[in-house]
């Protein structure tokens, strides 16, 4: 059985958090163990096994509706599913979990 290692992040490729996943999905790759990626901010990627799961436009409602009523990090509930489809799919060894407690202020 091969290893399967899937990362969760707020962005790939971008910032440092995004910039760091992505080398890590490059390096696991290139020592032959199976990556995959999940994002939730930024451009859509068309990498295989790289999957954006939160939907922009949702993104930014949930930004602003934490502004309003206080509440962070709550509220995703399609994109929290979308997820744990992922995961449930994949069926990782491992899920790496980066910083994903951004509301998206910097992304918005």
Known sequence: MSMK???VN???????TGKIVYDIHKELKKYGVESIVCYGRGEKCDEPNVYKT??????KFNALRSRINGLQYNGSLIETNNLINIIEREKPVI???HCINSNGERYV
């Open 10 to 16: 707020v962005v790939y490729k971008k910032g440092s």
């Open 54 to 59: 939160f939907v922009e436009i949702l993104a």
């Open 5 to 7: 290692i899937l990362q």
């Open 95 to 97: 899920v790496h979990l």
